[in-house]
């Protein structure tokens, strides 16, 4: 049973991880460019802080999930839970890890450019892993979640699993699979976890 106080930490882990996603995605894609590959090093370190908000609001929303759509008697939505939180820890060890190799005095064989690349080839699983997440969170729900909520869940999950698979397999060229991911990640996520939200926030 989910308590007052888990309640109001899911309602601002959720505000928190909107506005780094979308945070996020307008320095990545529009301060910083698309044409930016590796390690920034004058924006690292700030697009690095704000991944670290974005990973820790990410575990802590999952994590209440599970409390407030009663994952103890739902396990495939437990499985989810765990697998998710268990990945996005994996990912939260990418987010500063570039700027501390960046910065540091010692020298290492491994770059901040070579670390951020394999955090965001990382991205894609971690994707997966969430959007199977979204899905059984939909499945779970009894009226938590508002109406278009559920419909917003399900567009998300089933829409990014099916762009990722094609991905994955080479099946989807980067002119379709941009948009799908500006889609599916700044667009229908974000709205998701407003969902969430409000399911968090209604007494």
């Not at 739902?74 to 839970?81: K, Y």
């Not at 990945?87 to 770059?111: D, K």
């Not at 394999?118 to 979204?134: E, M």
Request: charged share 10%; no cysteine; glycine share 12%.
């Amino acid at each position: 049973m989910i308590t007052q106080k888990e309640r109001e930490l899911g309602s601002r882990f959720a505000l928190i991880n909107i506005g780094a996603t979308i945070a996020s995605f307008v320095i990545l894609a529009f301060v910083i460019g698309p044409d930016q590959t590796g390690y920034d090093e004058s924006l690292g370190p700030i697009t690095n802080l704000i991944g670290l908000a974005q990973g820790l609001s990410f575990l802590g929303i999952v994590r209440l999930s599970g409390k407030l759509f009663n994952s103890n008697e739902n396990p495939l939505l437990a499985g989810a839970v765990a697998v998710a939180y268990g990945t996005a820890v994996v990912g939260l060890m990418f987010t500063l890890t570039p700027t501390f190799i960046a910065n540091g005095f010692y020298q290492g064989t491994m770059s901040a450019d070579m670390v951020t690349d394999l955090g965001f080839a990382l991205n894609f699983t971690q994707f997966l892993i969430g959007a199977l997440w979204v899905s059984q969170v939909v499945r779970a729900d009894s009226g938590q979640l508002p109406s278009w909520g559920r419909n917003v869940g399900n567009a998300q999950a089933y829409g990014s699993a099916a762009v990722l698979l094609a991905f994955y397999f080479g099946a989807i060229g980067e002119t379709l699979f941009v948009p799908a991911l500006v889609l599916f990640g700044i667009v229908l996520y974000p709205l998701f976890i407003f969902g969430l939200f409000k399911a968090f926030a209604d007494q």
